[in-house]
């Protein structure tokens, strides 16, 4: 429920906008391609990141069939001016309903929105219905606002009135330009961004006042259930700085959100199904990413979890968070 695609052909936003840092291709005589923002290197990625067949091949080899699949975060641009943002989404979101339509037992789409304008993110959000989507990705923050944000809400209440999922995903991480030595925004700031998305949902009242909104939080929700302790004790201990919008423990809410099980480690994994349970534990692996679990789930294969823990995290949980039938991915 958690992999990451971008169509082989990406159109060259920062000269066609004329502004930006936007994120285009160089495909190389190797079959790989060099990710370039604006006109500086960003990273390099293999056919794996845009080639649907060899997804499939690869996603085989390791027993599984059916990917849930969505942008790079990188693509956000929530930066940019609303209307380019809107239309980089739009072929992002064709792109993925595109590959639904063609391959509707091995791929489920997750969209992209311009949360930097709520009107146009709720009209792409029902654009994203009519095409076949099931739900969107979205960043930490936006744009360094949190979540928690007001003007972010209508996103929010329109996604539980559509019945679209949101996935949460790290992004722009804090304190990035103080720590790039040892890759620590990816290693510290990835767990804390979530974290910090999970707190603002929680004590701006989202969570409160959208029961019915399915949000799943990446990287089994980076530090925010490990710390639930200290979260939980500066509630207790400092809630007229804490509990100002929100008075419930945020305790209250675990087991109410869904997580993927990208931890890399047994021992965390049954922290956090103890926690959470394992119908709110997914299968996510980051893939086609080196940080993510690209032996899907052999870590999980491997434990002495029981086989109905392992089923609900291999299938069961993640239907439940996108609200679909089984029965529509049996060949």
Not at 43 to 68: A, G, L
Not at 113 to 118: H, I, N, T
Request: charge should be negative; include cysteine; glycine fraction near 8%.
């Amino acid at each position: 429920m958690h992999t990451h695609i971008i169509p082989k052909q990406v159109p060259d936003w920062t000269k066609k906008f004329g502004y930006g840092d936007f994120i285009y291709l160089n495909h190389r005589d190797d079959g790989k391609a060099d990710m370039m923002q604006g006109g500086k290197f960003f990273r390099t990625i293999e056919e794996n990141c845009w080639d649907e067949k060899i997804r499939i091949q690869e996603y085989q080899d390791f027993s599984t069939q059916t990917q849930v699949v969505c942008t790079i975060p990188v693509m956000f641009s929530y930066w940019a001016k609303p209307a380019d943002c809107l239309e980089l989404s739009r072929f992002l979101n064709d792109h993925i309903a595109e590959l639904v339509s063609l391959y509707p037992k091995n791929y489920i789409g997750l969209g992209t929105v311009p949360m930097q304008d709520s009107d146009l993110a709720m009209r792409e959000l029902e654009r994203i219905k009519s095409i076949g989507l099931v739900g969107i990705q979205i960043g930490s923050n936006i744009n360094d606002e949190n979540l928690s944000e007001e003007k972010f809400f209508p996103i929010f209440e329109a996604c539980a009135k559509l019945g679209l999922a949101v996935m949460i995903h790290p992004w722009q991480m804090m304190g990035f330009d103080s720590m790039r030595k040892y890759w620590l925004p990816w290693l510290v700031g990835m767990p804390a961004e979530t974290s910090r998305a999970a707190c603002s949902l929680i004590f701006g009242g989202v969570l409160e006042r959208l029961p019915e909104l399915r949000i799943c939080f990446s990287h089994a929700g980076g530090s925010f259930l490990p710390t639930l302790g200290r979260i939980e004790h500066g509630f207790n201990c400092r809630p007229d700085l804490v509990a100002i919008d929100n008075p419930i423990n945020p305790r209250e809410y675990v087991g109410k959100f869904w997580v993927d099980c990208i931890t890399h480690d047994i021992d965390l994994l049954n922290y956090i199904l103890k926690m959470q349970g394992s119908t709110k534990v997914c299968l996510g692996t980051d893939y086609p990413f080196p940080l993510g679990d690209l032996e899907i789930g052999k870590f999980i294969e491997e434990s002495n979890l029981p086989p109905d823990v392992i089923d609900d995290i291999f299938c069961n949980s993640t239907l439940e968070w996108l609200n679909l039938d089984k029965e529509l991915f049996l060949l």
